[in-house]
C-alpha cells in the first residue's frame, strides 16, 4: 500500500525530471539575461566594468525618450519589418503559384528559388556589398550602360533602407514559398478544375478556392517575417553599419553599437527594454493569432 | 498564351533568386584586373581556378571553419540532448505548469538576440567564458534548442504509444523509454533537428563577433565578415571564401527544406 503510494508520488515527478534540465538552460541563458537587461537599463553601467552600475532610476529612459535618434530607429525598425513582409511574403506566394503544378525541370527550379534562404547570412552580406559597389559593380555597371549614371545604392538616404529590404526579400521569400507550397497541397485539385470548368477565370479561382486554403499558411509566414525582421542584425550591420545618418539603424543595430561602441552598456539595455517591449507586442498577435499553435504545444 | 506567360514569370524568378549566388562564384573566378578596371567578365572563366587556389591560400579560412565546425557541433549535440528531453515531457506527459512551458519555449522565438547580448557579456566576464568557444556554445543553444524541441516533440507525437507501453509495464526506466525505444523510431526528425541546429551555429555572428576577440577563436563567419571595408584580399578570394563556407549550408538546407519548414510552422497549419 504505501509501497504503491510512493511509488504514485515518484510517477508523478518523472515529467519533471525530463522537463526540468532544458527548462533550467533556458532560464540561465535566456530569461535570466532577459531579467538582467531589464534591470541594467536602470543603471548607468559601464563596459569597462559590466557588473558593477549605480542605479540611476529612469535616467536612461529620459534621455532615451529625448533623442531624436531613438525615434529615428523605432521608426526604421517598424518600417523595414512590415517592407519586408508586404514584399517578401508577395514574392513567396507568387513563386509558391507559379512552380505549384508540375512542369519539366521543376526540381531544379525550386532548389534554385532556394538558394536565398540557404547562403548563410554573412556570406549573402559580402555578394550583395560586391553587387552594390560603388564603382564596380553589377547594379552601377547596368545604370551606367542604361545611361541613368550610378547611384549610392547603400550609402545615399533615400536608397539605403531599400536596398537592405531587397536582400531581405531575398532571403526570405522562399522560406514564405515553402510555407505555402505546403498548403497548396491541401487544395483540392478538383475543386480548382470544377470551378475551371464553369468558367470562372484564373483570379476568381484563386480568390474563391485557393486563397482561403493557403491563408493560414501566409498569416504564420508573415508573422514569422516579422519577427525575423525585428531580430536580424548581420546582414544591416554589414551592409550599412546602421547608416547613411541613421536610416538603417534598427532598434538592434543600436543595442550592439550603443553598447560596443558607445561603452554604455546602461543605454543600450534601455534600447533593449524598448525592442522587449516591440517583441512582446507581435508575441501577442501570434499568440493570439496561434492559439491553436499553443494548444498543440501543450496538448 | 498563359503557358509562356507562366515560363516567363518563372524565368524571371530564376533570374532573381539565382544571380546572386552565380555572380559570387563569377566573381572568384575572375582576375582582379578585371573586377576593378576592365570589367568583370559575366560568365565563370574556370581557367582562373588555379589562381583562386593559390589566392584562398593567403587567407585562414581552413582555421576559421575548423573554429565554425566546433562551435556548429557542440551546439548540435547539446540543443539534440536537451530538446529531446523536453521534447519527450511535452509530448507524452502531463504535468503542472505544462502550459508555462509551452509558453516560454514560443517565447524565445521572438526575442531578438541582442537583447540578452549585453547581459550575457557580463556574465561570462564575471564566468571567465569570453573569448571561449563554450561560452559561444552556451549562448546559441538557447536558441536552437526550442527548435529542436518542436521538430522532436513532433516527430513523437507520431509514434503509437502502444510501442512503449509494453516497456513501461515491465518497469523499464523512462530514461530508457526515450533512448532506446522512441529516439531510434525517429531518426530522420533528429537528423532534421541536428541540420538546424548545426547550421544555426554554423551562421551565426552577432553572439561569436562580440565574444571572441581572439582571432585564433574566429569562425569562419566573424572571418569573412572582417573582409568589409578592406582591400588587402582581392575580392575574387573573398568571394571564394565566402562560396566554400555557403556551400554545405545550402546543400543541407535543399536536402531537408521540408522538414525545417514542418519544424518552423510545427502545429500551426496541420494538425
Not at chain 1, 504505501?2 to 519533471?16: A, F, H
Not at chain 1, 505546403?182 to 486563397?211: K, M, N, W
Request: some cysteine; hydrophobic content about 55%.
Amino acid at each position: 500500500m504505501t509501497g504503491s503510494k510512493i511509488r504514485n508520488g515518484m510517477t508523478r515527478l518523472v515529467p519533471y525530471a525530463f522537463i526540468l534540465p532544458p527548462m533550467i538552460y533556458l532560464m540561465v541563458f535566456m530569461f535570466w539575461p532577459l531579467a538582467r537587461q531589464m534591470y541594467m537599463s536602470l543603471t548607468n553601467t559601464k563596459i569597462i566594468n559590466p557588473n558593477r552600475g549605480r542605479f540611476i532610476g529612469l535616467g536612461n529612459y529620459e534621455r532615451l525618450f529625448d533623442d531624436p535618434a531613438f525615434y529615428l530607429s523605432l521608426k526604421v525598425t517598424l518600417l523595414y519589418a512590415v517592407l519586408a513582409v508586404i514584399f517578401g511574403v508577395a514574392l513567396g506566394v507568387i513563386s509558391a503559384l507559379a512552380i505549384d503544378r508540375p512542369f519539366k525541370g521543376r526540381s531544379i527550379v525550386r532548389a534554385i528559388l532556394l538558394f536565398g534562404w540557404a547562403v548563410p547570412n554573412v556570406a549573402a552580406s559580402l555578394i550583395w556589398l560586391w553587387m552594390y559597389n560603388d564603382r564596380s559593380g553589377i547594379f552601377n555597371r547596368i545604370t551606367e550602360f542604361a545611361g541613368i549614371g550610378r547611384f549610392g545604392w547603400l550609402t545615399s538616404i533615400d536608397l539605403a533602407l531599400a536596398s537592405i529590404v531587397a536582400v531581405t526579400v531575398w532571403q526570405v521569400a522562399p522560406f514564405v514559398m515553402l510555407v505555402v507550397l505546403a498548403a497548396l497541397q491541401s487544395v483540392p485539385h478538383e475543386v480548382r478544375e470544377a470551378a475551371r470548368i464553369d468558367g470562372a477565370d484564373g483570379l476568381s479561382t484563386f480568390r474563391a478556392v485557393t486563397l482561403p486554403h493557403i491563408r493560414p499558411a501566409v498569416q504564420l509566414a508573415s508573422l514569422l517575417v516579422c519577427v525575423w525582421s525585428i531580430r536580424r542584425f548581420d546582414i544591416i550591420y554589414l551592409l550599412t553599419g546602421g547608416g547613411p545618418v541613421g536610416t538603417t539603424s534598427t532598434l538592434v543595430v543600436k543595442i550592439r553599437q550603443t553598447a560596443f561602441e558607445g561603452h554604455e552598456l546602461g543605454m543600450a539595455s534601455a534600447y533593449g527594454a524598448v525592442g522587449l517591449v516591440l517583441a512582446l507586442a507581435i508575441a501577442a498577435v501570434h499568440y493570439l493569432a496561434e492559439q491553436r499553435r499553443m494548444k498543440w504545444m501543450s496538448r | 498564351m498563359l503557358k509562356v506567360l507562366r515560363y516567363l514569370l518563372i524565368g524571371l524568378l530564376v533570374v532573381l533568386a539565382g544571380f546572386p549566388v552565380y555572380w559570387m562564384a563569377t566573381t572568384a573566378l575572375s582576375l582582379n584586373s578585371e573586377l576593378y578596371g576592365t570589367g568583370q567578365v559575366i560568365w565563370p572563366q574556370l581557367q582562373n581556378l588555379p589562381e583562386l587556389w593559390r589566392e584562398l591560400g593567403q587567407v585562414p579560412i581552413g582555421l576559421w571553419l575548423f573554429n565554425t565546425l566546433l562551435i556548429a557541433a557542440g551546439g548540435t549535440v547539446l540543443s539534440l540532448t536537451l530538446g529531446s528531453l523536453a521534447g519527450y515531457a511535452l509530448s507524452r506527459f502531463r504535468f503542472h505548469g505544462k502550459g508555462l512551458v509551452g509558453f516560454l519555449l514560443f517565447m524565445t522565438q521572438v526575442v531578438p538576440e541582442a537583447l540578452i547580448l549585453v547581459p550575457l557579456y557580463a556574465m561570462f566576464i564575471t564566468f571567465g567564458l569570453l573569448n571561449s568557444l563554450i561560452g559561444l556554445v552556451l549562448a546559441n543553444v538557447g536558441f536552437s534548442l526550442p527548435v529542436a524541441c518542436f521538430v522532436l516533440k513532433g516527430a513523437m507525437d507520431a509514434v503509437p504509444y502502444e510501442i512503449e507501453e509494453s516497456a513501461i509495464i515491465d518497469n523499464c526506466p523512462r530514461f530508457s523509454v526515450l533512448t532506446m525505444i522512441i529516439l531510434p523510431l525517429i531518426m530522420p526528425s533528429i537528423a532534421a533537428a541536428a541540420v538546424v541546429a548545426f547550421f544555426a551555429g554554423w551562421n551565426e555572428f552577432l553572439f561569436a563577433s562580440t565574444f571572441l576577440m581572439d582571432r585564433g577563436n574566429w569562425p569562419a563567419s566573424v572571418g569573412l565578415a572582417s573582409f568589409v571595408g578592406q582591400y588587402e584580399t582581392p575580392m575574387s578570394a573573398v568571394m571564394g571564401a565566402a562560396l566554400v563556407f555557403s556551400l554545405p549550408a545550402v546543400v543541407f538546407f535543399l536536402l531537408i527544406q521540408r522538414k525545417i519548414v514542418a519544424g518552423l510552422t510545427a502545429g500551426a497549419v496541420k494538425g
